[in-house]
């Protein structure tokens, strides 16, 4: 099956400027995340969203970030403006939402570099 | 909330001999432990998981244990090969598709 795919891999802005991350979960899969990992850190949950209902998102911060998942498929995280401390990885991943337990399946990520 | 602690965070190893890698969670609802592989500039990808209900779990080199108890899990990497060297993060999260709280990783490098 196809993987979680995301775009752009890499971005460069300045900073104040918007940017836009866009993710393709896996077909069928109903439970989406997008999770930020700083280098050398392991991944941290943003948002997670059960279809399009964002269920939690107690750790986006909301001055500057925004998502959406409309249609329950797709869905794009915001930055507006972006800040230099922002640099990192933006990983989203997607999981079935069947059984107790399931596995979630990451993307590449999108890299962002903040000048 | 949840908070997971992980250690090593670097461990060089010659190929051949075993590599643990040690994680602490500190939320005892905590019931889903995962490992996940990350090779430079790629996507996490799950080598193995367990589930609170379980001790052990092992597939072929790769092996896990739970110690509720003592609220701690270690993965266990026996006969190491060059192409096991990556960065290695230990998650704990509760049922059903709840967010995963990860460790700060483990840069695993095994010599040849």
Redesign the interface.
Known sequence: EA??VQSPRYKIIEKKQPVAFWCNPISGHN?L?WYLQNL??????LI?Y?NEEAV?DSQLPKDRFSAERLKGVDSTLKIQPAELGDSAVY?CAS?S?Q???????????TRLTVL | GENVEQHPSTLSVQEGDSAVIKCTYSDSASNYFPWYKQELGKRPQLIIDIRSNVGEKKDQRIAVTLNKTAKHFSLHITETQPEDSAVYFCAASKEYGNKLVFGAGTILRVKS
């Open positions: 993987g979680v439970t995340y050398g850190q392991g991944p941290e949950l997670r059960e939690d990983l999981s939402g059984g107790v337990y399931n596995e979630q399946f990451f993307g590449p990520g």
